[in-house]
């Protein structure tokens, strides 16, 4: 691969090793893009849905990292890792439905798998709370929906389309170099285990990144 200099590429921090780089370049990109549409402040408070996923578990860090009060919703095997990593709240989504089991209100609701909607996270939100997916949503709503909220007032939606990558991938090295964040790898695939690794991805069991090592590649005969 060539990427010209003066676009999206940055030098790996000493203290980070090259898995660690790969796992931040996608996951720890679309957190980036979640919290560069909103106006965050310390001591807000968040509810990140799917905080173990590769986008959740970057999202969940950052967000701890400028003091955020985070409540977060994971599965069952992964509580400790959030609860080690300094989540206020956790819940399990495999046993929980999280639109209606918190009592509290957000500032923002950061639904990070994109299983939810806007509708259904309404009553989570403050008056002028706003609610962003990764995903599209039913019908498509999250494209439209931040033009009609945004005019109705109050309770909106916002949508994180990816960009400027050359920005997010500059704070996401100095966060990495800061010890702030640290990409979370679940397995790491050879290439000639490509299908493995997409049938794990697609069980939706996996914690935070799966890599693929190229550098474990077998040697052409």
Do not use: W
Request: proline share 4%; aromatic share 10%; glycine share 8%.
């Amino acid at each position: 691969m060539v990427i010209k200099q003066d676009q999206a590429i940055q030098t790996i921090p000493k203290n980070v090793g090259y898995d660690q780089a790969a796992a931040c370049a996608e996951g720890a990109h679309y957190a980036y893009n979640f919290i560069n549409k909103v106006q965050l402040n310390k001591g807000d408070k968040i509810l990140v849905n799917g905080a173990t996923g590769a986008i959740g578990s970057a999202l969940f860090q950052i967000l701890k990292s400028i003091g955020i009060y985070v409540t977060a919703f994971g599965n069952t095997k992964n509580m400790e890792l959030l609860i080690s990593q300094g989540a206020d709240k956790v819940y399990n989504y495999e046993t929980e439905d999280f639109t209606q089991i918190d009592n509290d209100q957000y500032d923002f609701v950061f639904d990070a798998v994109g299983k939810s909607s806007f509708g259904k996270c309404k009553n989570l939100l403050k008056p002028k709370g706003i609610y962003i997916s990764s995903e599209l949503g039913p019908g498509s709503e999250n494209l439209y929906l931040p033009f009609i909220t945004s005019l109705q007032g109050g309770k909106r939606v916002a949508f994180p389309f990816p960009k400027d990558k050359k920005q997010s991938i500059s704070s996401i090295r100095q966060l990495l170099e800061n010890g702030k964040f640290k990409p979370v790898i679940d397995r790491t695939y050879t290439p000639e285990e490509v299908r493995d690794a997409y049938d794990y991805v697609q069980s939706g069991n996996k914690t935070g990144n799966v890599l693929i090592d190229f550098s474990r590649a077998e040697e052409s005969s």
